[in-house]
């Protein structure tokens, strides 16, 4: 799992529901570079490393201005992780004027090419109407898509709306899938809320068993509202 610098999240929806957590934040973004495209192959392997180096802080001062400049040049090539920090960068204004246009404009090019956090970040663009008319429909194809190919992040938000029923028509079934799919990509919240749903059978069996087994694994990962949970169903038990 990532720590708390390499990845920033963003929920599409605002959670009314005082048992489900579904904290706000900001958008996703992964730090570890995924496979390189053929067509990145004009910025050499060490400057894209020394570019992440620079944008993440991995053993160097940060320095967003300068990573970009590398981002970029491999982005124009045709390589999708960059094209996504890129879409990053002008999203939230890092080393660059936030510009939501120039966001969308390389979000959508990475995200032709599948790039799972692209996806996820042009959704809440779309969810949230930065740049862009707001339109839910496409947030949640886009969503969807980025859940399928993996993204945890996604998965958990996929399920918390349909746990929530407010964005689409409430499905148990279907945000617990989803849930369970990122609990088991290793997202602690996502495991938080599988544990509440068996602590309560709300869309599983209720099992107690499973409850712990859960709600324990986000405790490992730092998350302190399980380990209240997990105190609490100690006390009562």
């Known amino acids: ?46 400057e894209l490393q020394k570019a992440e180096r620079l944008f993440f802080g991995f053993g160097a001062k940060k320095n967003y201005k300068k990573a970009l400049q590398y981002f970029l040049e491999a982005a124009k090539a045709g390589d999708s992780n960059c094209q996504s920090h890129v879409g990053y960068a002008y999203h939230l204004g890092l080393g660059v004027e936030k510009d939501y246009k120039a966001a969308l404009f390389w979000y959508r090019k990475a995200a032709k090419q599948n790039h799972e956090d692209a996806l996820f970040n042009l959704a809440t663009m779309y969810a949230k109407g930065e740049g862009i008319k707001v339109n839910l429909k496409k947030s949640i194809s ?47 919240l996502a495991q938080h809320n599988l544990g509440i749903a068996y602590r309560d059978g709300e869309g599983v069996n209720k099992n107690l068993c499973y409850a712990k087994i859960w709600l324990s694994k986000a405790a490992k990962q730092g998350y302190e509202k399980a380990k209240r949970v997990l105190k609490t169903m100690e006390i009562s038990s």
């Open 1 to 46: 799992m990532q720590t708390e610098h390499a990845r920033k999240k963003t929920s599409l929806i605002n959670s009314s529901r005082t048992k489900f957590d579904n904290p706000r934040g900001k958008v996703v973004m992964e730090t570890k570079a995924k496979k390189s495209n053929k067509s990145s192959a004009k910025l050499a392997k060490n």
């Open 142 to 188: 886009l969503l969807k898509k980025s859940a399928e190919l993996g993204n945890s992040w996604a998965q958990f938000n996929l399920g918390a709306i349909y746990l929530e029923g407010k964005v689409t028509r409430r499905n148990l079934k279907e945000g617990i899938r989803w849930i369970r799919k990122a609990a088991y990509n290793g997202e602690p």
